[in-house]
Each structure stands twice: as structure tokens, then as C-alpha cells.
């Protein structure tokens, strides 16, 4: 059983994926103009979706 820590930390994980998602699907017609692989812009989604979390995750625990 998860620990109510561990699911806020995986609910915040989920919130900054579809965040990023929606901000890079909406704005796809400026992706299409860009010439870049399908490694760049995985690693691009990836990262956007890590710093997203490692800020929420710094403002919901700003106890430590």
C-alpha cells in the first residue's frame, strides 16, 4: 500500500506530464517548423516534465 506521500508525489508527477503535454500540443504547429528528431524532442518532453516536478515538488515541500 502507498503511503499518502508517495501518491501526492505521483499525482504531481502526473499533473506535470499532461501539463507539458498540453503546452507542446498546442503549440504543435511551431514543433512541425522545427527541424529536430524524435529523440530531441522525447528528451525536450522529458525534461520539461522533470523540472516541472522537481519545482512543484520544492514548493509543496518547503518544510525540509
Known sequence: ????????SILLLVIAAVAVLWFVLSRLRFVV???????????????????????????FNRSR
Do not use: C
Open 1 to 8: 500500500m502507498a503511503s499518502v506521500k508517495d501518491r501526492i
Open 33 to 59: 517548423f522545427i527541424s529536430s528528431s524524435w529523440t530531441e524532442m522525447i528528451l525536450i518532453v522529458l525534461g520539461s516534465i522533470v523540472i516541472l516536478f522537481l519545482l512543484l515538488d520544492h514548493f
